[in-house]
Every structure is written in structure tokens, then in C-alpha cells.
């Protein structure tokens, strides 16, 4: 059985910093993308970053980039979303995700969603 499991998630100020991790079991880790969306209710989710398999190709989207950096450990099955400069805008359920490559991600070909945790962000 595939599980991701996020976590990490919660209430931060504006300009502050989390770090998101999601650990990752029942799949070849060391051969799949990961990547991290968000959503905010009522609204389309949204790609955050993706990271191939070999740590060689990484995306962005537009929303975070420059302030997110994503990161994966294959030995240990984990991949993490550092994010830095948070604005209440950044308030959302961010989700981890895996997938064939980095752009699969990008145009929402997902094969695996995790649960979701929940990052606010206060003015």
C-alpha cells in the first residue's frame, strides 16, 4: 500500500519560515518525481515544486519560486518543502505528490496524493 504522509504544517507570521516533510512508503522511491502542491478551498490546487527521481531536474511554479526549495532524502524515503518569506497568501493545504517526472507533476499527471497538511500564515 502506497502512503504519503505530510507533515510539518501550521501557523506561522508573516515572513517566517517552515519546513514540510513527507515520508513516503509502499513505492520505488528512488524512481519516482516528488513534488508539493497547495490548495485553498474553493480554488483549483496549485503546483508548489517538483523533483525528479536522481535529484537532477527540479521545477517551481510561479506562486513560491524563489521561496520554496524542495529537497528529498531516497535513502530515507522522505522529500521536504522549505519554505521561506511566507505571506498570508501562502495559507493553504499543501500536499505532497509523486509521479513519473517533473513535468508530469507540473501538468497534474499525479499517480499518488498524500492527505494534505494545513500552513496558515498570519498578517
Known amino acids: 500500500q502506497v502512503r504519503l504522509v505530510e507533515s510539518g504544517g501550521g501557523l506561522v507570521q508573516t515572513g517566517g519560515s517552515l519546513r514540510l516533510s513527507c515520508a513516503v512508503s509502499?513505492?520505488?522511491?528512488?524512481?519516482?518525481?516528488m513534488g508539493w502542491f497547495r490548495q485553498v478551498p474553493g480554488k483549483e490546487r496549485e503546483f508548489v515544486a517538483a523533483?525528479?527521481?536522481?535529484?537532477?531536474?527540479?521545477l517551481y511554479g510561479d506562486s513560491m519560486k524563489g521561496r520554496a526549495t524542495i529537497s528529498r532524502d531516497n535513502a530515507e524515503g522522505m522529500v521536504y518543502l522549505q519554505m521561506t518569506s511566507l505571506e498570508p497568501e501562502d495559507t493553504a493545504v499543501y500536499y505532497c505528490?509523486?509521479?513519473?517526472?517533473?513535468?508530469?507533476?507540473?501538468?497534474?499527471?499525479?499517480?499518488?496524493w498524500g492527505e494534505g497538511t494545513l500552513v496558515t500564515v498570519s498578517s
Open positions: 505528490a509523486a509521479g513519473a517526472t517533473p513535468c508530469d507533476l507540473r501538468a497534474g499527471a499525479i499517480n499518488y
Open positions: 509502499g513505492l520505488t522511491f528512488n524512481r519516482k518525481t
Open positions: 523533483k525528479g527521481w536522481s535529484g537532477g531536474l527540479t
